[in-house]
Protein backbone atom coordinates (compact mmCIF):
# COMPACT_ATOMS: atom_id res chain seq x y z
CA UNK A 1 0.00 0.00 0.00
CA UNK A 2 1.35 3.49 -0.44
CA UNK A 3 0.39 6.66 0.69
CA UNK A 4 -0.03 8.32 -3.23
CA UNK A 5 -4.06 7.40 -2.29
CA UNK A 6 -4.13 9.72 0.87
CA UNK A 7 -5.04 13.23 -0.40
CA UNK A 8 -5.15 16.27 1.39
CA UNK A 9 -7.57 18.95 1.06
CA UNK A 10 -7.19 22.12 3.25
CA UNK A 11 -9.95 25.00 2.67
CA UNK A 12 -10.03 27.78 5.04
CA UNK A 13 -6.73 29.27 6.97
CA UNK A 14 -5.96 29.49 10.84
CA UNK A 15 -4.86 32.29 13.28
CA UNK A 16 -5.13 31.03 16.62
CA UNK A 17 -3.33 28.22 18.21
CA UNK A 18 -4.55 25.57 20.96
CA UNK A 19 -2.62 23.54 23.10
CA UNK A 20 -4.12 20.00 24.42
CA UNK A 21 -2.77 17.18 25.81
CA UNK A 22 -3.89 14.19 23.83
CA UNK A 23 -1.44 11.79 25.02
CA UNK A 24 -3.94 9.78 26.95
CA UNK A 25 -2.06 10.09 30.11
CA UNK A 26 -3.65 11.19 33.51
CA UNK A 27 -2.59 13.54 36.52
CA UNK A 28 -1.59 16.39 33.97
CA UNK A 29 -2.96 19.74 35.89
CA UNK A 30 -5.26 22.04 34.21
CA UNK A 31 -4.88 24.84 36.93
CA UNK A 32 -2.26 26.92 37.84
CA UNK A 33 -1.63 29.96 40.36
CA UNK A 34 -2.19 30.92 44.55
CA UNK A 35 -4.40 27.46 44.80
CA UNK A 36 -5.35 26.24 48.11
CA UNK A 37 -4.73 22.82 48.09
CA UNK A 38 -6.77 20.03 49.78
CA UNK A 39 -4.19 18.71 52.52
CA UNK A 40 -5.74 15.35 52.18
CA UNK A 41 -5.72 15.40 48.61
CA UNK A 42 -1.75 16.87 48.83
CA UNK A 43 -1.15 13.64 50.83
CA UNK A 44 -3.12 11.16 48.73
CA UNK A 45 -0.68 12.09 46.10
CA UNK A 46 2.36 11.79 47.72
CA UNK A 47 0.94 8.04 48.53
CA UNK A 48 0.75 7.69 45.00
CA UNK A 49 -3.49 7.14 45.63
CA UNK A 50 -5.66 8.32 42.57
CA UNK A 51 -9.32 8.36 41.71
CA UNK A 52 -10.84 6.48 38.96
CA UNK A 53 -13.43 5.71 37.19
CA UNK A 54 -14.71 3.29 34.79
CA UNK A 55 -17.76 3.99 32.00
CA UNK A 56 -19.63 0.96 30.75
CA UNK A 57 -22.14 -0.60 28.32
CA UNK A 58 -25.36 -1.01 30.37
CA UNK A 59 -26.31 -4.60 31.53
CA UNK A 60 -27.54 -6.40 34.50
CA UNK A 61 -23.70 -6.19 35.53
CA UNK A 62 -22.45 -2.91 35.06
CA UNK A 63 -24.98 0.00 35.39
CA UNK A 64 -23.18 3.60 34.74
CA UNK A 65 -19.82 4.67 36.16
CA UNK A 66 -17.73 3.08 38.50
CA UNK A 67 -15.86 4.95 40.82
CA UNK A 68 -12.73 3.08 42.27
CA UNK A 69 -9.11 3.85 43.95
CA UNK A 70 -5.31 3.32 42.26
CA UNK A 71 -2.12 2.59 44.85
CA UNK A 72 0.40 3.59 42.02
CA UNK A 73 2.93 2.79 44.45
CA UNK A 74 1.40 -0.69 44.85
CA UNK A 75 -0.23 -1.31 41.48
CA UNK A 76 -3.08 -2.08 42.96
CA UNK A 77 -7.35 -0.93 42.71
CA UNK A 78 -10.09 -1.21 45.04
CA UNK A 79 -12.89 -3.34 43.91
CA UNK A 80 -15.17 -0.75 42.04
CA UNK A 81 -18.33 0.61 42.84
CA UNK A 82 -21.39 1.88 41.48
CA UNK A 83 -20.99 5.88 41.02
CA UNK A 84 -23.79 7.01 38.97
CA UNK A 85 -26.33 5.30 37.35
CA UNK A 86 -26.50 5.93 33.50
CA UNK A 87 -27.39 3.53 30.58
CA UNK A 88 -24.38 3.61 28.44
CA UNK A 89 -21.87 5.60 29.88
CA UNK A 90 -19.71 4.09 27.59
CA UNK A 91 -16.81 6.98 27.29
CA UNK A 92 -15.79 9.36 30.75
CA UNK A 93 -14.03 12.51 30.48
CA UNK A 94 -12.88 13.84 33.48
CA UNK A 95 -11.40 17.36 34.11
CA UNK A 96 -10.36 19.03 37.28
CA UNK A 97 -14.43 18.70 39.22
CA UNK A 98 -16.23 18.14 36.24
CA UNK A 99 -16.96 14.69 35.30
CA UNK A 100 -18.80 14.13 31.66
CA UNK A 101 -20.16 11.22 29.90
CA UNK A 102 -23.01 9.88 27.76
CA UNK A 103 -26.24 8.91 28.92
CA UNK A 104 -29.35 7.63 27.46
CA UNK A 105 -32.95 8.21 28.64
CA UNK A 106 -36.68 7.48 27.60
CA UNK A 107 -36.77 11.22 26.68
CA UNK A 108 -33.77 10.86 24.59
CA UNK A 109 -29.67 10.62 24.51
CA UNK A 110 -27.15 13.11 24.57
CA UNK A 111 -24.61 14.33 27.96
CA UNK A 112 -24.36 14.77 31.56
CA UNK A 113 -22.56 17.14 33.20
CA UNK A 114 -21.02 16.20 36.80
CA UNK A 115 -19.63 18.48 39.26
CA UNK A 116 -17.88 16.10 41.45
CA UNK A 117 -15.85 17.39 44.96
CA UNK A 118 -14.82 14.83 47.89
CA UNK A 119 -16.12 11.85 45.87
CA UNK A 120 -19.72 13.36 45.68
CA UNK A 121 -21.84 14.74 42.77
CA UNK A 122 -22.31 18.87 43.79
CA UNK A 123 -23.88 19.68 40.60
CA UNK A 124 -26.10 17.67 37.91
CA UNK A 125 -26.69 18.97 34.29
CA UNK A 126 -28.16 17.41 31.36
CA UNK A 127 -28.28 17.77 27.13
CA UNK A 128 -30.94 15.23 25.80
CA UNK A 129 -30.36 16.47 22.16
CA UNK A 130 -29.43 13.06 20.30
CA UNK A 131 -31.29 9.48 19.91
CA UNK A 132 -28.31 7.60 20.46
CA UNK A 133 -25.11 8.19 22.99
CA UNK A 134 -22.10 9.83 21.71
CA UNK A 135 -19.10 7.17 21.50
CA UNK A 136 -16.55 10.08 22.74
CA UNK A 137 -16.31 13.08 25.00
CA UNK A 138 -13.34 15.48 25.44
CA UNK A 139 -12.92 18.95 27.65
CA UNK A 140 -11.11 22.01 26.91
CA UNK A 141 -11.45 24.30 29.56
CA UNK A 142 -14.76 25.68 29.33
CA UNK A 143 -15.58 23.64 25.81
CA UNK A 144 -16.77 20.43 25.93
CA UNK A 145 -16.77 18.22 22.33
CA UNK A 146 -18.70 14.90 21.55
CA UNK A 147 -18.18 12.71 19.01
CA UNK A 148 -21.79 10.28 17.79
CA UNK A 149 -20.54 7.33 16.16
CA UNK A 150 -24.15 6.29 15.00
CA UNK A 151 -25.87 9.73 14.06
CA UNK A 152 -22.47 11.15 12.73
CA UNK A 153 -22.67 14.65 14.54
CA UNK A 154 -20.48 16.44 16.67
CA UNK A 155 -21.93 18.36 19.41
CA UNK A 156 -19.96 21.39 20.82
CA UNK A 157 -21.13 22.34 24.66
CA UNK A 158 -19.94 25.69 26.52
CA UNK A 159 -19.49 25.40 30.12
CA UNK A 160 -20.14 28.48 32.49
CA UNK A 161 -20.08 27.61 36.55
CA UNK A 162 -20.75 24.04 35.67
CA UNK A 163 -24.00 24.85 33.91
CA UNK A 164 -23.63 23.40 29.89
CA UNK A 165 -25.33 24.97 27.00
CA UNK A 166 -25.35 23.77 23.32
CA UNK A 167 -22.79 26.03 20.79
CA UNK A 168 -23.24 24.03 17.58
CA UNK A 169 -24.26 20.75 16.19
CA UNK A 170 -22.06 19.51 13.12
CA UNK A 171 -23.52 17.05 10.89
CA UNK A 172 -21.27 14.48 8.98
CA UNK A 173 -24.12 12.44 7.61
CA UNK A 174 -24.91 9.21 9.45
CA UNK A 175 -22.74 6.88 7.85
CA UNK A 176 -19.93 8.96 9.03
CA UNK A 177 -19.01 6.95 12.24
CA UNK A 178 -18.08 9.86 14.43
CA UNK A 179 -15.72 8.51 16.44
CA UNK A 180 -13.01 11.11 18.55
CA UNK A 181 -12.15 14.63 18.23
CA UNK A 182 -8.60 16.38 18.39
CA UNK A 183 -7.86 19.92 18.38
CA UNK A 184 -4.87 21.12 16.43
CA UNK A 185 -4.05 25.07 15.79
CA UNK A 186 -8.02 26.52 15.62
CA UNK A 187 -9.29 23.01 13.89
CA UNK A 188 -11.48 20.15 15.34
CA UNK A 189 -10.03 17.07 14.02
CA UNK A 190 -12.70 14.21 13.40
CA UNK A 191 -11.89 10.81 12.49
CA UNK A 192 -14.85 9.77 10.64
CA UNK A 193 -14.31 5.85 10.84
CA UNK A 194 -17.17 4.74 8.02
CA UNK A 195 -15.96 7.72 5.61
CA UNK A 196 -12.29 6.46 5.67
CA UNK A 197 -11.39 10.28 6.43
CA UNK A 198 -10.69 12.57 9.50
CA UNK A 199 -12.60 16.38 9.06
CA UNK A 200 -11.13 19.74 10.17
CA UNK A 201 -13.58 21.83 11.07
CA UNK A 202 -12.75 25.82 11.76
CA UNK A 203 -13.31 27.09 15.47
CA UNK A 204 -12.39 30.67 14.31
CA UNK A 205 -15.41 30.26 10.96
CA UNK A 206 -17.95 29.15 13.13
CA UNK A 207 -16.93 25.43 12.77
CA UNK A 208 -17.16 25.34 9.12
CA UNK A 209 -15.34 22.64 7.20
CA UNK A 210 -11.71 23.32 6.61
CA UNK A 211 -10.89 20.25 4.94
CA UNK A 212 -10.16 16.25 5.10
CA UNK A 213 -7.58 13.96 5.27
CA UNK A 214 -8.12 11.04 3.02
CA UNK A 215 -7.33 7.39 3.82
CA UNK A 216 -7.55 4.21 2.08
CA UNK A 217 -10.79 2.35 1.08
CA UNK A 218 -11.45 -0.10 3.95
CA UNK A 219 -9.08 1.58 6.18
CA UNK A 220 -11.58 2.95 9.26
CA UNK A 221 -9.53 5.96 10.76
CA UNK A 222 -10.95 5.95 14.30
CA UNK A 223 -8.96 7.36 16.77
CA UNK A 224 -5.54 9.71 16.93
CA UNK A 225 -2.98 11.39 19.05
CA UNK A 226 -0.75 14.40 18.33
CA UNK A 227 2.66 14.58 19.91
CA UNK A 228 3.00 17.57 21.88
CA UNK A 229 4.50 19.91 19.30
CA UNK A 230 1.84 18.81 17.06
CA UNK A 231 4.56 18.00 14.60
CA UNK A 232 3.23 14.93 14.23
CA UNK A 233 0.05 12.66 14.34
CA UNK A 234 -0.75 9.18 14.58
CA UNK A 235 -3.78 7.50 13.76
CA UNK A 236 -4.98 4.08 14.13
CA UNK A 237 -7.47 2.25 11.81
CA UNK A 238 -9.85 0.24 13.09
CA UNK A 239 -10.44 -1.86 9.90
CA UNK A 240 -7.26 -1.97 8.37
CA UNK A 241 -5.24 -2.40 12.11
CA UNK A 242 -2.94 0.09 10.88
CA UNK A 243 -0.87 2.77 12.20
CA UNK A 244 -0.42 6.03 9.83
CA UNK A 245 2.16 8.46 10.60
CA UNK A 246 1.79 12.41 9.58
CA UNK A 247 4.43 15.03 9.63
CA UNK A 248 2.42 17.86 10.42
CA UNK A 249 3.19 21.53 9.60
CA UNK A 250 0.59 23.93 10.76
CA UNK A 251 -2.33 23.08 8.15
CA UNK A 252 -0.63 20.59 6.38
CA UNK A 253 -0.54 16.53 7.22
CA UNK A 254 2.42 15.16 5.07
CA UNK A 255 1.89 10.89 5.17
CA UNK A 256 5.32 9.41 6.04
CA UNK A 257 4.38 5.88 7.04
CA UNK A 258 1.92 3.07 7.64
CA UNK A 259 2.78 0.22 9.97
CA UNK A 260 0.73 -2.95 10.80
CA UNK A 261 -0.48 -3.17 14.49
CA UNK A 262 -0.75 -7.04 14.27
CA UNK A 263 2.10 -9.58 14.87
CA UNK A 264 3.23 -10.56 10.83
CA UNK A 265 1.54 -13.58 9.86
CA UNK A 266 -1.36 -12.95 12.43
CA UNK A 267 -4.17 -15.47 11.83
CA UNK A 268 -7.35 -14.23 12.67
CA UNK A 269 -7.26 -11.08 11.01
CA UNK A 270 -11.63 -10.49 10.33
CA UNK A 271 -11.32 -10.55 13.94
CA UNK A 272 -9.34 -8.38 14.89
CA UNK A 273 -10.14 -4.67 15.59
CA UNK A 274 -7.52 -1.80 16.70
CA UNK A 275 -8.89 0.52 19.28
CA UNK A 276 -7.15 3.44 21.66
CA UNK A 277 -4.28 4.46 21.06
CA UNK A 278 -1.65 6.10 23.63
CA UNK A 279 1.28 8.12 23.59
CA UNK A 280 3.90 8.43 26.40
CA UNK A 281 5.32 11.61 27.98
CA UNK A 282 8.59 11.66 26.72
CA UNK A 283 7.19 10.96 23.20
CA UNK A 284 9.21 7.61 22.45
CA UNK A 285 6.70 4.95 22.78
CA UNK A 286 3.24 4.04 21.02
CA UNK A 287 0.88 1.83 22.44
CA UNK A 288 -2.14 1.04 20.54
CA UNK A 289 -4.94 -1.92 21.72
CA UNK A 290 -6.54 -4.58 19.41
CA UNK A 291 -9.73 -5.86 19.75
CA UNK A 292 -10.26 -9.22 18.52
CA UNK A 293 -6.91 -10.19 18.40
CA UNK A 294 -6.78 -9.21 22.58
CA UNK A 295 -3.73 -7.51 22.04
CA UNK A 296 -1.65 -4.35 23.11
CA UNK A 297 0.49 -3.26 20.32
CA UNK A 298 3.75 -1.75 21.13
CA UNK A 299 6.06 0.52 18.68
CA UNK A 300 9.62 2.56 18.91
CA UNK A 301 9.22 6.36 17.67
CA UNK A 302 12.10 7.55 19.02
CA UNK A 303 14.42 7.05 15.94
CA UNK A 304 13.40 8.05 12.32
CA UNK A 305 11.30 5.76 11.43
CA UNK A 306 8.57 4.13 13.45
CA UNK A 307 9.50 0.45 14.85
CA UNK A 308 6.46 -2.99 15.97
CA UNK A 309 9.04 -4.13 18.95
CA UNK A 310 6.46 -5.66 21.13
CA UNK A 311 2.66 -7.47 20.44
CA UNK A 312 1.49 -8.58 24.11
CA UNK A 313 -1.72 -10.05 25.77
CA UNK A 314 -4.06 -7.28 26.81
CA UNK A 315 -4.89 -10.32 29.81
CA UNK A 316 -8.73 -10.31 28.43
CA UNK A 317 -10.99 -10.02 26.05
CA UNK A 318 -12.32 -6.79 23.34
CA UNK A 319 -9.69 -4.32 25.10
CA UNK A 320 -11.87 -0.80 24.35
CA UNK A 321 -9.74 1.45 26.40
CA UNK A 322 -6.57 1.88 28.41
CA UNK A 323 -4.55 4.39 30.30
CA UNK A 324 -1.09 5.12 31.16
CA UNK A 325 -0.61 5.37 34.90
CA UNK A 326 1.19 8.87 36.08
CA UNK A 327 4.72 7.32 36.83
CA UNK A 328 4.47 5.24 33.52
CA UNK A 329 5.60 1.94 34.80
CA UNK A 330 2.04 0.49 33.98
CA UNK A 331 -0.61 0.21 31.48
CA UNK A 332 -4.40 -0.03 32.57
CA UNK A 333 -6.73 -1.94 30.37
CA UNK A 334 -10.32 -2.50 30.25
CA UNK A 335 -11.38 -5.27 28.66
CA UNK A 336 -15.10 -5.42 28.01
CA UNK A 337 -15.76 -9.13 27.48
CA UNK A 338 -13.50 -11.24 30.03
CA UNK A 339 -10.57 -10.28 32.61
CA UNK A 340 -12.03 -6.29 33.60
CA UNK A 341 -9.81 -4.36 34.98
CA UNK A 342 -6.22 -5.34 34.20
CA UNK A 343 -2.47 -3.99 35.27
CA UNK A 344 0.23 -4.33 32.74
CA UNK A 345 4.39 -3.67 34.02
CA UNK A 346 5.96 -1.50 32.10
CA UNK A 347 9.34 -0.86 32.00
CA UNK A 348 9.95 2.86 31.35
CA UNK A 349 13.41 2.46 29.44
CA UNK A 350 12.48 0.37 27.16
CA UNK A 351 8.65 0.71 26.86
CA UNK A 352 8.66 -2.90 26.37
CA UNK A 353 5.62 -4.30 28.89
CA UNK A 354 5.82 -7.33 31.08
CA UNK A 355 3.89 -9.23 33.52
CA UNK A 356 -0.15 -8.74 33.89
CA UNK A 357 -2.66 -9.09 36.59
CA UNK A 358 -6.27 -8.70 36.91
CA UNK A 359 -6.85 -6.10 39.16
CA UNK A 360 -10.33 -5.97 39.32
CA UNK A 361 -13.74 -7.34 37.95
CA UNK A 362 -16.05 -5.08 35.79
CA UNK A 363 -17.72 -6.23 33.12
CA UNK A 364 -18.66 -3.89 30.16
CA UNK A 365 -16.00 -1.75 30.81
CA UNK A 366 -15.13 0.05 28.08
CA UNK A 367 -13.72 3.56 29.23
CA UNK A 368 -10.90 4.68 31.83
CA UNK A 369 -9.64 7.85 33.70
CA UNK A 370 -7.69 8.41 36.75
CA UNK A 371 -8.61 12.01 38.06
CA UNK A 372 -6.56 14.70 39.63
CA UNK A 373 -8.00 15.32 42.82
CA UNK A 374 -5.41 17.95 44.28
CA UNK A 375 -7.09 20.36 41.50
CA UNK A 376 -10.07 20.46 43.84
CA UNK A 377 -9.98 23.14 46.25
CA UNK A 378 -11.28 23.86 49.68
Known amino acids: MTFQIITIMILNTGVQSLHLNNSG ?23 GLWEGYIGTYYSQESRGIYRFFFDEKEGKITEPELFYEARNAK ?6 TSLVFPVEKKEGAGTCFLEVKDGKVIGEEEILEERQTPCYILQNGNQVYTANYHEGN ?8 GKPSLVKRIENGEKAGCHQILLHENYLLVPCLEQNRIRLFDTANEYCLAGDILFPE ?3 PRHGVFNREHTKLYVVSEWSNQLFVFRVHEREFVPEETHSVLPEGWMGKEEAAAAAIRLTRDERHLYISVRGANLLSVFDISGDRVL ?16 ITSDETCLLVANRFQGGIVGIERDRESGLLGGWKNLASMPEGVALTLRDRTEETL
Not at 26 to 47: A, F, L, P, S, Y
Not at 154 to 161: A, F
Not at 317 to 322: G, I, L, V
Request: aromatic share 6%; net charge neutral.
Open 308 to 323: AIQHVSCGGSHPRDFI
Open 154 to 161: VMVYHLEQ
Open 218 to 220: GSG
Open 25 to 47: HIGQKTRRGDTVMNKKMEQEREE
Open 91 to 96: WICANG
